[in-house]
């Protein structure tokens, strides 16, 4: 049997079998009583639960992470590196263990393949703290993170660390990591839905000013940036981090709201005259602004759209609800700061968000001007 005709599993239960059935019977064999965790985080579409057939293509199949103490890993990295090459089962389920590396450098995706020799295995050896500083810029196993830290963390960092699996937890620092990142404190919270209110509030008027002047492109393109913005308001508010533009949609539709939302979401965007873009955002918007003050958050704001400033363009005013929040936010390291929130915000750069010390000094930076400013005009 083969990966050709073997029946698809979820990455996340193939990664648990891989363990149960394959690796902890050589860890306990070879090194009886070494401490260590076991779980599938970090990068991948399984940790987030939305792989299909389609994933196997590339760098999906039986993974997994052991975490082993720091001084650990230099004793025993390179020994288990060697013992899982040589003793792994060459598939698990149908599935090879073995990955074969490209032989183009440009494209550094390995897939699965049987081999006869030695398995060029995904199981990687590393320690907790190590694997979190890199993967967050902080180690929460060591302490509660800052406000910079929170500010700093991209959404989909803070997914792939707190999404998965974790089959063993010898150490405890595994679990105690992702217990404290799994959601943001009550006052960060707070702060990052005031600026997500923010963002909306910043455009909304764009697009009747776009259409007004015959650009009906560029009011379809902001139509599509606040429908995205609401998009990520709701997973906000339904205390769920929003993943990357892949699964964005898929996460979306997970949430509670999704159903009564998604008619006029798809009606904003599918418009191809203005008057029906409006009306389908301004649906939108209501909706989500009724969301925000179930939530209880803070003061109840009227949910209705309105002119804006006397122009003939409905909006919602969504800097109304972004000064609601802000005026229950009393954390010192977050009152009065500049409305531009969390990094990925205020940038939306892969390449960008992928560099956490770039992003740690961009957010530090921003934190040094307060007040909001004025909103831009129309």
Same mark, same amino acid.
């Given at each position: 049997?083969?990966?050709?005709?073997?029946?698809?599993?979820?990455?996340?239960?193939?990664?648990?079998?891989?363990?149960?059935?394959?690796?902890?019977?050589?860890?306990?064999?070879?090194?009886?009583?070494?401490?260590?965790?076991?779980?599938?985080?970090?990068?991948?579409?399984?940790?987030?639960?939305?792989?299909?057939?389609?994933?196997?293509?590339?760098?999906?199949?039986?993974?997994?992470?052991?975490?082993?103490?720091?001084?650990?890993?230099?004793?025993?990295?390179?020994?288990?590196?060697?013992?899982?090459?040589?003793?792994?089962?060459?598939?698990?389920?149908?599935?090879?263990?073995?990955?074969?590396?490209?032989?183009?450098?440009?494209?550094?995706?390995?897939?699965?393949?049987?081999?006869?020799?030695?398995?060029?295995?995904?199981?990687?050896?590393?320690?907790?703290?190590?694997?979190?500083?890199?993967?967050?810029?902080?180690?929460?196993?060591?302490?509660?993170?800052?406000?910079?830290?929170?500010?700093?963390?991209?959404?989909?960092?803070?997914?792939?660390?707190?999404?998965?699996?974790?089959?063993?937890?010898?150490?405890?620092?595994?679990?105690?990591?992702?217990?404290?990142?799994?959601?943001?404190?009550?006052?960060?919270?707070?702060?990052?839905?005031?600026?997500?209110?923010?963002?909306?509030?910043?455009?909304?008027?764009? %697009?009747?000013?776009? &259409?007004?002047?015959? @650009?009906? !492109?560029?009011?379809?393109?902001? =139509?599509?940036?606040?429908? #995205?913005? $609401?998009?990520?308001?709701?997973?906000?508010?339904?205390?769920?981090?929003?993943?990357?533009?892949?699964?964005?949609?898929?996460?979306?539709?997970?949430?509670?709201?999704?159903?009564?939302?998604?008619?006029?979401?798809?009606?904003?965007?599918?418009?191809?005259?203005?008057?029906?873009?409006?009306?389908?955002?301004?649906?939108?918007?209501?909706?989500?602004?009724?969301?925000?003050?179930?939530?209880?958050?803070?003061?109840?704001?009227?949910?209705?759209?309105?002119?804006?400033?006397?122009?003939?363009?409905?909006?919602?005013?969504?800097?109304?609800?972004?000064?609601?929040?802000?005026?229950?936010?009393?954390?010192?390291?977050?009152?009065?700061?500049?409305?531009?929130?969390? %990094?990925?915000?205020? &940038?939306?750069?892969? @390449?960008? !968000?992928?560099?956490?010390?770039? =992003?740690?000094?961009?957010? #530090?930076? $921003?934190?040094?001007?307060?007040?909001?400013?004025?909103?831009?005009?129309?």
């Amino acid at each position: 049997m083969t990966s050709a005709d073997a029946a698809f599993l979820s990455g996340l239960e193939l990664s648990r079998i891989l363990y149960e059935e394959a690796v902890r019977p050589l860890l306990d064999d070879a090194f009886p009583g070494l401490r260590h965790a076991a779980a599938r985080v970090g990068t991948g579409s399984e940790v987030l639960g939305f792989d299909t057939a389609r994933s196997a293509d590339h760098e999906w199949g039986p993974r997994l992470q052991l975490f082993l103490a720091p001084d650990e890993v230099a004793r025993y990295g390179a020994p288990l590196h060697r013992l899982l090459a040589e003793r792994l089962p060459k598939h698990v389920r149908g599935w090879p263990t073995h990955f074969r590396r490209p032989d183009d450098p440009l494209d550094p995706v390995g897939q699965m393949e049987l081999t006869d020799g030695p398995v060029d295995h995904r199981v990687s050896v590393q320690d907790v703290g190590g694997w979190l500083t890199s993967a967050t810029g902080t180690d929460p196993a060591s302490g509660d993170p800052t406000v910079l830290d929170w500010l700093a963390m991209p959404q989909q960092r803070l997914a792939e660390v707190t999404g998965g699996a974790v089959f063993h937890d010898g150490l405890g620092t595994l679990t105690t990591a992702r217990r404290r990142l799994a959601w943001y404190p009550d006052q960060v919270w707070r702060h990052l839905l005031a600026c997500q209110w923010q963002r909306i509030s910043q455009e909304e008027a764009f %697009v009747g000013r776009c &259409a007004e002047v015959g @650009d009906e !492109l560029g009011s379809m393109v902001v =139509a599509g940036r606040l429908v #995205r913005d $609401l998009m990520r308001l709701c997973l906000l508010l339904e205390r769920r981090y929003a993943p990357y533009g892949k699964w964005l949609g898929s996460a979306f539709g997970q949430l509670d709201v999704a159903g009564s939302l998604l008619p006029s979401l798809r009606s904003a965007l599918a418009a191809t005259e203005y008057p029906e873009r409006e009306r389908g955002l301004c649906a939108a918007y209501e909706t989500v602004a009724a969301l925000q003050n179930e939530s209880g958050l803070a003061e109840p704001v009227d949910p209705a759209c309105r002119s804006y400033h006397g122009r003939p363009f409905q909006v919602l005013h969504a800097e109304r609800f972004a000064r609601a929040l802000s005026a229950t936010v009393t954390d010192p390291g977050l009152r009065g700061r500049q409305l531009t929130g969390g %990094v990925d915000q205020w &940038a939306d750069s892969t @390449d960008f !968000l992928n560099l956490t010390e770039p =992003a740690r000094a961009a957010t #530090r930076a $921003l934190g040094q001007r307060q007040g909001t400013g004025p909103l831009p005009k129309a």
